[in-house]
């Protein structure tokens, strides 16, 4: 009975949410006031009669948000202030923490090391394990309730089983996805907007910025829709005399309690292996899907908070190491699109040369047309470019210095710069496309990424000898690969080549049919798979055969596809083209199947998490975890209670040693060695 009210109460609320969200935001309602009055008293007659399924965000509680809240609550951080951290540019920097903990005479000590989110500091107080209240630093003594907002992030508990009174602190932040997602609908609505003559909404310029705007927002249907997440790091009891063991201890309890804590920590015994880590942090920074601006660095055991201390300003017994950026002013020379292999134009700027953090730079990227438009920059500009890390450079704005040289408005490109076709935009989107299958832009991307390491693994097949495979009209579509040994003469009376280079790109080749299912899923360049998602389809399903027969909803019932993902694995399988390409990979003889499935049931790793450390010879890391992964093992990032192996190769890490017992250690010396003992 109570579950049929709920229901009823949950899909009122969706409802009226709904058009509380046309009429507040869009001006634009879609339904006449009597229908919502009728629904909006329904609410409130079931809530009435059933008040223990009221929430503080159904549109019940929530009126007054809509009537033009001018501000938050101020109100006071009560446990402890919230401090802000000391920041470390360098090596030295981080020597010199280390010597100042050692000065206080603290010995046995470890580190608790982990990536330092670029969001906005939260503090959330639950009592009676319920959540109470969340409030935003401020000043660090007092800060704003956006306890409301707060509710709105699906992954923070609102109940937990610990009843202490508890502070958790964290940093709200906005995923790569959604932030883009956020811009993309606002250049969508601001078509809408300039049809009706209103003022255009303003683009964020970066996922942090989208976050603060969405914490601070007095609607908080906005911050549903824009789906806020939050890491969590620190915990603090109102007992002073809890929690005071290790940083590492408090951070497990926050995970058993439902909190997300951010999965790449290490931890460190002494300085150089806090170096180390910075450098293995540092270099996943690319594939996270977040953005982090450096590493947080803090001593593990809590009972030694007290004899170090605190600064007016930031706590000794942590340090923010900040990965370098710089941003340098240069001539914009030229805006220049090119074509991805789903045909997606990227503009890039070609720039008068400068040296960012060491290395030239002459090119960055503008994204898309309304990344440039939005920056108001032009050709002949000078403009303010970024590195930061790895990254590709970045075109960030016009210079703060020089006055703007040109006056006309960029315009995009109309055709495509490869084959001249049309470029269009799909409804609902934003980016151009070039629509040409056969664009030969398009097609070499497509190569390049179909014979990557990562995917089909093809050795020997540099971008120059695509382009000339291609331009010799060997290669149209990605099976042509599978028809180069036809050309076998051709090739050996080409200029470079060679006998031994031609056999050598033929039996690579050859040896890619092998390949498991998740290379071969990641190697179709399906949008929105990568490679995690490649290796969860091929481990869940097992079969091409069978992924490609998915229904969206088989899709979408799994935790790991979203929708995005469901629905572009559909997209990719309906189309004809596509079903082609699949009928003759097959043909070919390229593996299908999961190779767990049907040869390592027996294999002494099969389903077995491992986590490899140190370097093992005759094969790169990725080669060795591919090959795990064919033993049917499931290699993972960090030492967990639940490790079976820990593969250790040449200079281990000491740290990752210490932490598991004996018995699960696997010494293994090269790939040969792995191979005939457990392949
Ligand atoms: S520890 C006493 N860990 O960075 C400070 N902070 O610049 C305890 N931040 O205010 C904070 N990621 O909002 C810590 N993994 C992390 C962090 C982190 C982001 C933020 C936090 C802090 C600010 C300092």
């Not at 639950?126 to 699906?154: F, H, P, S, W």
């Not at 390592?600 to 491992?610: A, D, E, L, M, V």
């Not at 093992?633 to 598991?660: F, M, Q, R, W």
């Amino acid at each position: 009975m109570t579950k049929n009210i709920e229901e009823k109460i949950e899909k009122l609320r969706k409802k009226i949410d709904k058009w509380n969200e046309e009429y507040y935001l869009d001006d634009n309602p879609s339904i006449d006031d009597a229908i919502y009055d009728k629904a909006m008293n329904e609410l409130i007659d079931l809530e009435k009669k059933y008040p223990n399924l009221i929430t503080i965000n159904s549109p019940t509680q929530k009126v007054g948000i809509f009537l033009k809240k001018t501000s938050f609550k101020k109100e006071e951080h009560n446990i402890e202030p919230m401090l802000s951290l000391k920041n470390a540019f360098n090596e030295g920097d981080i020597f010199h923490f280390d010597e100042q903990i050692k000065k206080e005479n603290i010995k046995d000590f470890s580190y608790y090391i982990e990536p330092k989110i670029d969001g906005l500091s939260i503090s959330i107080s639950y009592k009676n394990g319920k959540l109470v209240r969340a409030l935003t630093r401020g000043d660090g003594k007092i800060g704003e309730n956006v306890t409301q907002n707060i509710y709105e992030i699906k992954s923070i508990p609102k109940e937990i089983f610990l009843k202490d009174e508890i502070e958790v602190r964290g940093e709200v932040y906005i995923s790569l996805e959604s932030f883009e997602e956020i811009n993309k609908k606002r250049i969508l609505k601001n078509k809408e907007y300039e049809k009706k003559g209103r003022k255009p909404l303003e683009l964020f310029a970066n996922p942090r910025n989208a976050a603060a705007g969405t914490l601070r927002q007095l609607n908080s249907y906005i911050v549903r829709e824009r789906k806020l997440d939050a890491f969590f790091f620190f915990l603090l009891f109102k007992d002073k005399t809890k929690g005071k063991e290790t940083q590492e201890k408090n951070m497990n309890l926050l995970k058993k309690l439902g909190f997300t804590i951010n999965s790449h920590f290490r931890i460190a015994n002494n300085v150089n292996e806090v170096m180390k880590s910075i450098k293995e942090i540092s270099n996943l920074r690319d594939d996270l899907n977040y953005e982090i601006d450096g590493i947080v660095i803090k001593l593990n055991e809590i009972f030694n908070y007290e004899k170090l201390g605190v600064t007016s300003k930031f706590p000794k017994w942590a340090i923010a190491y900040k990965f370098p950026t710089e941003i340098k002013e240069t001539k914009l020379l030229k805006i220049f699109p090119t074509i991805g292999r789903t045909g997606r134009v990227t503009y890039n700027a070609q720039l008068e040369k400068i040296t960012l953090l060491g290395s030239n730079v002459q090119k960055a990227t503008l994204h898309n047309a309304n990344y440039i438009k939005g920056l108001n920059i032009n050709e002949g500009d000078y403009v303010l470019v970024k590195k930061a890390g790895d990254i590709i450079p970045k075109v960030i704005g016009l210079s703060l210095e020089k006055f703007k040289v040109n006056k006309e408005e960029w315009k995009e490109a109309k055709n495509c710069p490869s084959c001249n076709s049309e470029l269009k935009i799909f409804e609902g989107e934003v980016d151009q496309y070039c629509i040409n299958i056969n664009c030969p832009d398009r097609i070499l991307e497509i190569f390049i990424h179909f014979v990557s390491k990562k995917a089909m693994n093809i050795e020997g097949l540099s971008i120059k000898q695509i382009e000339k495979f291609r331009d010799l009209g060997w290669i149209k579509k990605i099976t042509d690969i599978y028809n180069l040994e036809n050309h076998k003469e051709e090739l050996l009376n080409m200029d470079g080549y060679k006998e031994k280079s031609v056999n050598n790109l033929l039996s690579s080749i050859e040896n890619s049919k092998n390949q498991n299912l998740n290379n071969v899923l990641f190697s179709l360049g399906i949008r929105h798979i990568g490679e995690k998602t490649s290796f969860d389809l091929a481990r869940k399903y097992k079969d091409l055969e069978i992924i490609r027969n998915l229904k969206y909803d088989e899709l979408l019932k799994d935790d790991d596809f979203g929708e995005v993902k469901s629905g572009s694995i559909i997209k990719f399988f309906e189309n004809k083209e596509n079903i082609e390409i699949i009928k003759e990979l097959k043909e070919k003889g390229i593996n299908f199947i999961y190779k767990e499935s049907i040869l390592n049931r027996n294999n002494f790793f099969y389903n077995k998490k491992i986590l490899i450390t140190g370097t093992i010879q005759g094969a790169t890391r990725i080669e060795i975890k591919n090959l795990f992964i064919s033993y049917g093992a499931i290699p993972v990032n960090t030492v967990t209670k639940d490790l079976d192996y820990l593969i250790v190769g040449e200079n281990p890490s000491n740290n990752k040693l210490n932490k598991i017992s004996k018995d699960k250690i696997i010494e293994i010396i090269d790939i040969n060695q792995l191979k005939q003992k457990y392949g």
